[in-house]
């Protein structure tokens, strides 16, 4: 495998380009907003300054990596000819359903067909294509370039040679693959965004405050981060999304989204990206404050 493409350039997408890119290989990264992609390439040189300030990689290997990612917004014959296909648009059944149709139609029948969904059921995902053998889930964490784990999830029509290719390559990314089976969430979901949901009704009910919260769970539990600064890492929407996914699949209470998260989602504070969730980062990510609306 040497040519890889990746759809969607937004928080997973750029880190994905970048973790192939600086292991050799061609890497195209498709975005349907410009705006994305002119972001998705300006991260990815900030992550990659930051490795030359730790004297990890020099100037010189910054801009190889770089000039291996090609950034387009148009399905091209680099795509077409892709030994696999990383897709890490928006979390929507819908979208994902779409672009795995077209990836099908576009691409050489070898080419194997990855997402990198959080909780959308990769048999779902596979009856979009007439290559259901070849689609398998490669959920990677965030921040791709530095997490080690990808959870490779195989559906009933994955086949192992499938996930035999998926293992190696992600072993190729110096990255641990550990296989899961189709369900909804899957591993890590179905068990971190109960908490997540947890730590916001604990919010919403005004037990303790954000900053609170989060210290409970870092000191008490040894979390390297509190709850609900990491969904702002996540994306409060994609939080959402996964929790209706795990609602829809489960029919169980424990999953039903907590109101204060679809405010938040609503008014389009998303955590990082937007600068604004349940913290405050239009000082940085580093300068996170309490959003004002959670000051008691
Ligand atoms: N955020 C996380 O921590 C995290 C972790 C693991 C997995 N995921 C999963 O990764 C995927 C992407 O999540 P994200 O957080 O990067 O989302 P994001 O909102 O940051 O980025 C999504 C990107 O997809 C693009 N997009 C939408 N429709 C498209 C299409 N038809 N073709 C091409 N691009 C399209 C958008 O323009 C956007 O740039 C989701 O499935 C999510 O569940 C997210």
Redesign the pocket.
Known sequence: MKNISV???????NGIAHSFAQMGYNVTL????LQ??TK?KETISNNLDRMIKREKISENEKKEVLNRIMFVNEFNDKIENSDLVV??????KK??L??FNKLDKVCKPETILA??????SIEDIANSTNRKDKVIGM????PVPLMKLVEVIKSKFTCEETIKKTFDLSKKLNKIPVLVNDSPGFVANRILMPMINEAIHTLDEGVSGVDEIDTVMILGMSHPMGPLHLAD???L??CL??LEVLHDGFKKEKYKPNRLLKELVNAGD?GV?TKKGFYDYSKGVKNKFINKRFII
């Not at 759809?7 to 997408?13: A, K, L, R, V």
Request: no cysteine.
């Open positions: 759809i969607g350039s937004g928080t997973m997408g498709l975005d349907i907003s994305n992609l998705a897709e890490a648009a928006t979390e929507s979208i994902k779409e672009i997402s990198n969904t959080s909780s959308i959920h990677f964490m965030n890492f996540i994306g929407d994609v999304s996964i998303l990206k």
